[in-house]
């Protein structure tokens, strides 16, 4: 079955800091777009960062600039999130997802064509 793993979320206090990983199951990430989504109780479901498959451009949603970055490790096949100075609107369940074509869209989640089951973040004190 081809899927993606999503490890690393918790609990952590206002201001605290998470690094997410994304690892494939029975396929590779290679020239793939991966891209973090995210989606809070009674929220839709919204786009946070993507990395292309070259690994050479990213985008961020505006509420997280400045405070996550995305990133890749070919040799290890896996994505990264890292989350800094965590607010508790960063609530919720983080999804990783990955699209055939290497380019980044953050805000078209249907056109990912691999999902994992996600993790939960909680920025509570």
């Known amino acids: 079955q081809l899927q993606l793993v999503e490890s690393g979320g918790g609990l952590v206090q206002p201001g605290g800091s998470l690094r997410l990983s994304c690892a494939p199951s029975g396929f590779t990430l290679d020239y793939k777009a991966v891209g973090w989504f995210r989606q809070a109780p009674g929220k839709e479901r919204e786009g946070v960062s993507c990395i292309t498959g070259s690994g050479g451009s990213t985008a961020y949603v505006d509420s997280v600039r400045g405070r996550f970055t995305i990133s890749r490790d070919n040799a290890k096949n896996t994505v990264y999130l890292q989350m800094n100075s965590l607010k508790p609107e960063d609530t919720g369940v983080y999804y990783c997802?990955?699209?055939?074509?290497?380019?980044?869209?953050?805000?078209?989640?249907?056109?990912?064509?691999?999902w994992g089951q996600g993790t939960q973040v909680t920025v509570s004190s």
């Open positions: 997802a990955a699209r055939v074509s290497g380019l980044c869209v953050l805000s078209k989640a249907y056109k990912y064509n691999y």
